[in-house]
Structure formats: C-alpha cells, structure tokens
C-alpha cells in the first residue's frame, strides 16, 4: 500500500515538473488576470496563479499541498482508520489484546509502523523532485528546502494520522471511522475554498503560503521546531494519547 | 495458592447483570470445565480473568495477580484461545502461527508435532482459505503450543469434527498430565465431563450448587427419549414432558424406565434411548425447578 502511495505521489509530480516551462509561459500570459485577481481580493486565486510565477512556489504547490498534503491525508485515513478498527471488525482484536503485551505498545508498534509508511513516500518523492527538476527543466532546488518543506509536510500528515487512528480506536467499523476523518477533510477543503472562512480551516497549516516561503529558503530545519509545527506535533500527541487511553478500555 | 480465584464477582453491562456474586476456584493443575447456556456470562468471566474486562465488584486473583493491575504479567503465564475466530485472515498459516508463538518464549515441541501431523493444515495457504474448522484448528495450535502454567479455552472444540475433538480431548489429557491448569468452556457436556476433574454449572450469572445439578441429572436419567412410528401411542403411566419438533418425544415413566420402554411394542417404535444427558436438557430442568 505504501508502494501504491509512493507510486501516486512520484506520478503526480513527475509530469507536473515536465510541464513547467509550458505552465510558465501560460502563467505570463495570465498576469493581467492575477492583477484583476488583486482587484477582487482573490487571494487563493492569486496565489495560485503566483505560484506559476516562480519554480520553487510553483513546485511546494505541486510536490507538497497537491500531493503530500493530499495524497498523505488519503493515506493517513487509510492506514490510520484500519489500525484498530479493522481488529475489531475481523474479530482479531482479542487475540491481540489477550497477549503479554500492553494495549499501549500495540497502539505505539501499529502507529510507528503507519507513520513510517506515511511520511517515507513524502520525503522520497520530494528528494525525487531535486534532480528530476534540475534534468528536466534546468531548475535548480535546494536539497535542505526541500527537506524542510517535507518535515513541515509530514508533520502535517503525521497530526491526520493521530486523528484517524483517534477515530479508529472510536468507531467499531473502519468504514465509519474513515468516514468521520474524511468528512472532517472535506469541511476542511471546503473552510479554505471560501475566502473569509479559510484562515480557519486546517488545511492553512500547510498550504502555498507556508510551503512557499520554506522551499525559497526563508525558513531552516531549526526554525522548524519554533513555531508552527511544534503546534501540530503537540495537536497529534494529544490525540494520540487520548486514543491510547480509550484503546485500554475498549469494549470487545 | 489457586491459580484461579473469584470471590463475589459482579458484572453488569447497563442494567444487565451478567455475573452476580460469581465465586469459583481452580486448584493448581486442575481441569475444570465451565458449562452454560449462551449468554450465562462464561465469556465475560473469561475476558475478566485476563484482564480485557473490568469488574465491577468482587476479588479476582489469576495466579496471585490481579487481572486489572497485572493483565501482561498473568497472560506471560497463561494462554487465552478466544470465544470468536480470532485469526488475520491476511496471513499465511505459517506466519500466523510463528506470529502468536512468538509471544511466549517456551513451546512444548512434542505437543506441536503432534498437532502439525493431526491436524495437517495446508500452512503454506492464505488463512482466508481456510474453513471454519481449519482456522480454529490454527486457533488451537497456537494456544496450546506455548509452554505456560494456565490455558483459558473458551469453546475449544467449536466447529471440529468428532475425530479432530477426540483428538483434542487427548492433547487436554497430556497438559492435564504435565500438571497444567485448564478452564475450558464448552457446550458439549458429554465429552467435557470425560476430560475435566469438575465441572462448573453457571446460569444467569451465577453458580449451580452440585447438589441442584446433581438433582437435575437423577431426572434426565430417568427420562426416555423416544420416536414413534405414525399412529402409535404411548402406553400408560408416563408423563409426556416435552415434543420435538422432529417428533422425538421427552417422557418421564412413573416408575422403572426399562419395565415402562418394555410395555411398548417394538412395532411401534422407531428409537429410544434412556438417560440421556444433553446440556440444554439440563438446564431446562434447572430453570423448571427454579421456577416451581
């Protein structure tokens, strides 16, 4: 499954890093639009269009909020939702938790193990992405930008993960939990497609206007910690360990 | 010590109460086999024993420990083959196998050759092409392979065949020997009573005296059970208790069974039997006689 992710991610930004210098061209001829766009206070519009501007933006669009973002989040439901939920359903469950071991470290192996196979695919595919766009279109990245922008990616994934697995341990049927975690996706896509209600959707944690900034270099691993993603990470701990403490109690 | 030790156990789920002042004790090496009928809490006794469920009320002590504050330590000790099939489909026999062994650091070797050759699963196969009775024969294997003090079976020989329980039976009969406790539940009364040193009756929750079962038993003993063949009629001096739905008639004689059966012509009778002994029997009979 990870493989299949992998796979989605690399052909997803591979030919959108061929299809640079076309999408530059037409990002040009649509600068009058961008600057009718700033006249109707169109932000996302904007940005968007601005994104083509310049390959770094242009790139932490495509590699990190089309494709770590959503890609990671399908993922993360995926694998997160299944995690306890799908014991319960299959009926295996209580062979697990009837075995020397704390339900606590069964959460903490089944977690690790999803969390690597979520965040693994998003620094691949965007180290993938540094030589691929220097080959293909001449555009140099940098490799440190671009490690920054995946770590702020996969914590980003890491806090979707934290929820789904919440919801796993919750639901009895994983297609329930998928579906709590997917609905609250879509409110989220939806909060950020309306322009007064964006800055409260979750999806602005991670879109252009934070991804963009890192892959031109402004911010460095060590301001990783400092600001923002220390807020995700410590959203993620928490909701892990409220289904850790659920998962000690569940009903068989 | 007991390995097992309930005193006064409670446990209710909303406003039902599941077990009601449960009180049971397994002597170190002994064989005692839980009886009842579907929901008279044999399963939640077994979940609080290992800990997956809290009580509500009562002591439990599982080899000196309990379960709400040592589950890891008392299941390092004792192995738990679960109610429901509780296998990963996904997995090769093999895998799955090494996977539940891989908890327990003993194994006794002569008990899984002898399952490996007795049950011969294709172990190299997917378990979800596997039949109900392969995979609790997969179950049992990796229950009763690891080398612990106390094995929990809750329906050991649910959907095996009557060699393969036969078999089984022989296997409980070897731990048994190696000094090993076991509590096993099961519906099939006749073949539980030949491996276990006691059995424990429960209904709604609580414990049958011996004396009620041992009561309940000197009527089924008396009791015939017979098929007639169409317009034949059963001769006097019994009463008739209850009719199956196949036609086979529940009759209790008022006096001798053997002289009452002779009275009747071997013309008219398809089958009978006497004294026979079903668990769902018996505990109509300990409900009737609860009732007056």
Same mark, same amino acid.
Request: proline share 5%; with cysteine.
């Given at each position: 499954?990870?493989?299949?992710?992998?796979?989605?991610?690399?052909?997803?930004?591979?030919?959108?890093?061929?299809?640079?210098?076309?999408?530059?061209?037409?990002?040009?001829?649509?600068?009058?639009?961008?600057?009718?766009?700033?006249?109707?206070?169109?932000?996302?519009?904007?940005?968007?269009?601005?994104?083509?501007?310049?390959?770094?933006?242009?790139?932490?669009?495509?590699?990190?909020?089309?494709?770590?973002?959503?890609?990671?989040?399908?993922?993360?439901?995926?694998?997160?939702?299944?995690?306890?939920?799908?014991? +319960?359903?299959?009926?295996?469950?209580?062979?697990?938790?009837?075995?020397?071991?704390?339900?606590?470290?069964?959460?903490?192996?089944?977690?690790?193990?999803?969390?690597?196979?979520?965040?693994?695919?998003?620094?691949?595919?965007?180290?993938?992405?540094?030589?691929?766009?220097?080959?293909?279109?001449?555009?140099?990245?940098?490799?440190?930008?671009?490690?920054?922008?995946?770590?702020?990616?996969?914590?980003?994934?890491?806090?979707?993960?934290?929820?789904?697995?919440?919801?796993?341990?919750?639901?009895?049927?994983?297609?329930?939990?998928?579906?709590?975690?997917?609905?609250?996706?879509?409110?989220?896509?939806?909060?950020?497609?309306?322009?007064?209600?964006?800055?409260?959707?979750?999806?602005?944690?991670?879109?252009?206007?934070?991804?963009?900034?890192?892959?031109?270099?402004?911010?460095?691993?060590?301001?990783?910690?400092?600001?923002?993603?220390?807020?995700?990470?410590?959203?993620?701990?928490?909701?892990?360990?409220?289904?850790?403490?659920?998962?000690?109690?569940?009903?068989? | 010590?007991?390995?097992?030790?309930?005193?006064?156990?409670?446990?209710?789920?909303?406003?039902?109460?599941?077990?009601?002042?449960?009180?049971?004790?397994?002597?170190?090496?002994?064989?005692?086999?839980?009886?009842?009928?579907?929901?008279?809490?044999?399963?939640?006794?077994?979940?609080?024993?290992?800990?997956?469920?809290?009580?509500?009320?009562?002591?439990?002590?599982?080899?000196?420990?309990?379960?709400?504050?040592?589950?890891?330590?008392?299941?390092?000790?004792?192995?738990?083959?679960?109610?429901?099939?509780?296998?990963?489909?996904?997995?090769?026999?093999?895998?799955?196998?090494?996977?539940?062994?891989?908890?327990?650091?003993?194994?006794?070797?002569?008990?899984?050759?002898?399952?490996?050759?007795?049950?011969?699963?294709?172990?190299?196969?997917?378990?979800?092409?596997?039949?109900?009775?392969?995979?609790?024969?997969?179950?049992?294997?990796?229950?009763?392979?690891?080398?612990?003090?106390?094995?929990?079976?809750?329906?050991?020989?649910?959907?095996?065949?009557?060699?393969?329980?036969?078999?089984?039976?022989?296997?409980?009969?070897?731990?048994?020997?190696?000094?090993?406790?076991?509590?096993?539940?099961?519906?099939?009364?006749?073949?539980?009573?030949?491996?276990?040193?006691?059995?424990?009756?429960?209904?709604?929750?609580?414990?049958?005296?011996?004396?009620?079962?041992?009561?309940? +038993?000197?009527?089924?003993?008396?009791?015939?059970?017979?098929?007639?063949?169409?317009?034949?009629?059963?001769?006097?001096?019994?009463?008739?208790?209850? +009719?199956?739905?196949?036609?086979?008639?529940?009759?209790?004689?008022?006096?001798?069974?053997?002289?009452?059966?002779?009275?009747?012509?071997?013309?008219?009778?398809?089958?009978?039997?006497?004294?026979?002994?079903?668990?769902?029997?018996?505990?109509?009979?300990?409900?009737?006689?609860?009732?007056?």
């Amino acid at each position: 499954m990870t493989l299949v992710y992998l796979l989605i991610m690399q052909a997803i930004l591979l030919p959108a890093i061929a299809l640079w210098p076309d999408l530059n061209i037409i990002g040009q001829q649509l600068k009058p639009i961008v600057l009718m766009a700033k006249i109707l206070k169109s932000v996302l519009f904007r940005e968007l269009i601005g994104a083509l501007d310049q390959y770094p933006d242009y790139y932490a669009l495509q590699a990190f909020f089309k494709g770590g973002n959503f890609c990671g989040a399908a993922a993360a439901i995926l694998m997160g939702t299944g995690l306890v939920a799908r014991e +319960r359903e299959s009926q295996t469950i209580e062979f697990l938790l009837s075995r020397p071991v704390t339900p606590s470290r069964i959460l903490f192996a089944k977690f690790s193990v999803a969390a690597i196979a979520v965040t693994a695919p998003i620094y691949l595919v965007a180290w993938s992405g540094v030589p691929l766009s220097h080959w293909i279109v001449g555009e140099p990245l940098s490799f440190s930008a671009t490690t920054v922008a995946a770590t702020h990616c996969s914590i980003f994934v890491l806090s979707i993960l934290s929820l789904t697995t919440l919801c796993s341990v919750v639901f009895r049927l994983q297609a329930h939990a998928a579906a709590a975690a997917g609905l609250f996706i879509v409110i989220q896509c939806a909060l950020y497609l309306i322009q007064t209600a964006r800055k409260y959707s979750y999806l602005r944690v991670a879109d252009i206007e934070i991804y963009g900034p890192i892959m031109k270099g402004d911010l460095h691993m060590g301001d990783l910690f400092g600001s923002i993603q220390i807020w995700l990470l410590l959203g993620s701990l928490i909701l892990y360990l409220i289904a850790d403490r659920l998962l000690r109690r569940i009903a068989l | 010590m007991n390995p097992i030790d309930l005193t006064e156990v409670q446990k209710r789920f909303g406003d039902k109460t599941v077990l009601n002042g449960f009180s049971m004790q397994v002597a170190p090496g002994e064989t005692v086999g839980f009886i009842g009928p579907n929901g008279s809490g044999k399963t939640t006794c077994l979940r609080i024993l290992l800990g997956l469920l809290p009580r509500d009320d009562g002591q439990v002590k599982v080899l000196g420990m309990d379960p709400e504050r040592d589950a890891v330590r008392i299941r390092e000790h004792c192995c738990y083959l679960p109610g429901e099939t509780s296998i990963y489909h996904g997995m090769r026999g093999k895998e799955f196998l090494r996977f539940a062994l891989s908890f327990y650091p003993r194994h006794q070797d002569d008990i899984q050759l002898d399952l490996l050759e007795h049950f011969a699963l294709p172990l190299q196969k997917k378990v979800r092409s596997y039949s109900a009775g392969m995979k609790q024969k997969l179950a049992l294997m990796a229950t009763l392979i690891p080398d612990v003090e106390l094995y929990i079976l809750d329906e050991p020989d649910r959907a095996l065949d009557a060699s393969t329980r036969f078999f089984l039976r022989d296997v409980i009969k070897k731990l048994h020997q190696r000094q090993k406790t076991i509590l096993l539940s099961s519906h099939h009364l006749r073949e539980v009573e030949t491996l276990v040193d006691r059995l424990v009756f429960l209904m709604h929750g609580e414990v049958i005296e011996n004396e009620r079962v041992a009561t309940a +038993r000197q009527i089924l003993a008396r009791r015939v059970c017979l098929k007639l063949k169409p317009g034949a009629a059963l001769p006097k001096g019994a009463r008739q208790v209850r +009719r199956d739905l196949d036609g086979t008639l529940h009759v209790e004689p008022d006096g001798d069974p053997v002289s009452w059966l002779s009275r009747l012509s071997p013309d008219s009778l398809v089958s009978a039997e006497i004294g026979m002994v079903r668990l769902e029997d018996l505990y109509r009979v300990l409900v009737e006689e609860a009732g007056s």
